[in-house]
């Protein structure tokens, strides 16, 4: 994927966010960067600012709360039949 193009604008931003969750190192190759921290994040940023999405300091800050809840699992609530409710 080293020779993939660098990913820029809202392809940038999805990209990274499918990514997150793998660390800064990864999402900057599947997004084209390969080694390239420093331009990964000057580009996240510059693309997620014209995007308007603001308060994005790390790769972390784009995964959402619903993603968060995903990953953790939860407690399934339910009646112990269909007639004790």
């Not at 619903?66 to 039949?81: H, L, M, N, Y």
Request: aromatic share 2%; charged share 25%.
């Amino acid at each position: 994927m080293s020779n993939s193009p660098r990913l820029q604008g809202t392809d940038l931003v999805n990209c990274a966010k499918s990514s997150a969750k793998q660390g800064l190192e990864e999402a900057a190759r599947n997004c084209g960067y390969g080694e390239d921290i420093e331009a990964f994040q000057s580009s996240l940023k510059k693309a997620c600012h014209d995007m308007g999405i603001k308060n994005i300091e790390t790769l972390s800050d784009l995964i959402t709360d619903r993603q968060k809840i995903v990953q953790q699992g939860g407690v399934e609530i339910a009646p112990d039949s269909a007639s004790s409710l």
